[in-house]
């Protein structure tokens, strides 16, 4: 059994986030370049050059690349070999979280759904938490912003609706959010389990660094480049000023589902896709 | 080249006649910034018949909710958030004398009617570059709903902030014209 302090979890929960909203991913950065090179529309162009820009002076002064600093999501890989002193495993995210944003000057985004009376410390954070072998600690931060969350969606298909009705429901659900979630975007596709595994799958598939294809599934990595294609055939465009590039990367991911369902999850994830993740 | 257009406050209908869907635009002068919360408070004033916490004659708003600045800086990242939210409530405020607004993403049928029957005009910033944005704000203060925190309103000085023009007061909508312009397929 392997000791880790919940003080680490904070202090390590902290640093991420701040890291995540002031530190574009490389990622990001070369999809971003490599969208420059075919963008045809001028103003998509200008739109482009302004992410670069903006993710250098967000790095260098050590500002939020964008203000809308995000749901804290946390994905938490426990091993089970793993025994937490001081305080519980939660808690010490949750204090993480309180931490990054107070100390980070980063926005406060969270508020009760009725009243809408803002929480005051972007908590309570939303932790997903799975129990593997070994005794390590693996933790991803995702803030996620509420722009793009707001143009996902979840659909019911039924089995008959194929591969053809993913494909569709895909295509809609984009051009449908259009110019609000900030393209480029990158669409997370999850498909099949169940309702909520399907929204947890897309979710899932968008720490994947953008543009990295299925690496499991030949059939998926097919669908993500028709997927990218069609995507960036509607002319939406950076800004949803018009172009090419409406999405830097598609991501879809699969697991088996019940005989009488087809569960299909869309995420969409801003240009501002930022995630970053510590081994304990 | 984009060649941008000099834009200065307080917004006129002069101004506004001028500028079609498309153009960019560099404006200058004071903005108020205001978002959900604050526009539900401001609607509900209205409707009560209450006098108005700020001003809004001429004025522009910018649908946004900073980050807390940092000592030493005026103003975190802002940058737009999705404007369709505040749809149910720009007609009302439109009638009261704002002639901007600054956001992103699309707009009612109700709104862009509302835009061409008082004259004004919406411009959308760039979302997700906030930091960039940022350095074209030289002031920021808190003028009404200190509580709502990053939602309260502010007044932001700016300087040559880069917008451009998405709906106009002939009716026209770049987004619609873009994907026109743009697309192979349709959905």
């Keep these: 059994m392997r000791e880790i302090t919940s003080e680490a979890i904070t ?7 701040i890291e995540a909203n002031t530190v574009l991913g490389e990622d990001v950065l070369w999809a971003v370049r490599d969208a420059l090179r075919s963008e045809t529309s001028e103003t998509g162009r200008y739109a482009l050059e302004a992410i670069l820009e903006n993710a250098d002076i967000a790095a260098k002064e050590g500002i939020p690349l964008c203000q809308d600093t995000g749901v804290a999501v946390v994905f938490v890989e426990l091993g089970q070999d793993v025994h937490i002193t001081g305080g519980s495993l939660y808690e010490a995210i949750q204090q993480g979280v309180r931490a990054a944003y107070h100390e980070g000057y980063l926005r406060k985004s969270l508020c009760d759904p009725l009243t809408r009376e803002n929480t005051g410390d972007n908590t309570p954070a939303v932790i997903h938490t ?13 803030p996620k912003g509420g722009g793009s969350e707001n143009m996902s969606r979840t659909a019911m298909l039924t089995p008959s609706q194929g591969i ?7 295509l809609r659900s984009v051009a449908e959010a259009g110019p609000n979630p900030c393209p480029p975007v990158i669409v997370g596709v999850g498909i099949g389990g169940s309702l909520e595994e399907a929204a947890l ?64 999850a869309v995420n969409i994830q801003c240009h501002v896709s930022r995630y970053r993740e510590a081994v304990i | 080249m984009i060649e941008p257009i000099e834009l200065h406050t307080p917004l006129t209908g002069e101004a506004c006649e001028k500028l079609r869907a498309g153009d960019a635009v560099l404006l200058s002068g004071t903005v108020l910034t205001g978002r959900d919360t604050a526009h539900r408070r401001l609607f509900e004033a209205i409707v009560r018949g209450d006098e108005l916490p700020v ?10 909710g900073p980050t807390p600045a940092r000592p030493g800086r005026v103003i975190g990242s802002v940058g737009p958030t999705t404007s369709g939210r505040m749809d149910a409530y720009t007609p009302a405020l439109l009638e009261r004398g704002l002639r901007g ?4 993403g699309k707009r009612s049928s109700e709104v862009k009617e509302a835009i061409v029957r008082y004259g004004a005009v919406y411009f959308a910033a760039m979302g997700g570059v906030a930091a960039l944005l940022s350095r074209s704000v030289v002031e920021a203060r808190v003028v009404a709903y200190e509580e709502l925190g990053p939602e309260a309103i502010r007044m932001l000085k700016v ?29």
């Design chain 1, 11 to 17: 202090d390590r929960v902290k640093a991420l986030f």
């Design chain 1, 130 to 142: 799975d129990i593997v072998e070994g005794d390590r600690l693996r933790i991803v931060a995702m």
């Design chain 1, 164 to 170: 053809e009705g993913i494909r569709e429901f895909v």
């Design chain 1, 201 to 264: 799958l897309a979710k899932k598939t968008l720490l994947r660094p953008a543009g990295k294809p299925n690496g499991s599934d030949e059939r998926l990595a097919e669908l993500e480049r028709e997927l990218l294609r069609d995507i960036n055939d509607l002319g939406i465009g950076p800004q949803g000023f018009g172009g090419r590039t409406t999405a830097l990367a598609v991501h879809v991911d699969m697991i088996p589902c019940h005989i009488a369902s087809l569960p299909v």
């Design chain 2, 55 to 64: 001003d809004l004659e001429g004025m522009v708003m910018f649908y946004a």
């Design chain 2, 101 to 104: 607004m600054i956001g992103k």
């Design chain 2, 159 to 187: 300087e040559r902030f880069p917008l451009f023009v998405i709906n106009d007061c002939r009716g026209n909508d770049l987004y619609e014209d873009a994907v026109r312009n743009h697309q192979f397929s349709t959905f």
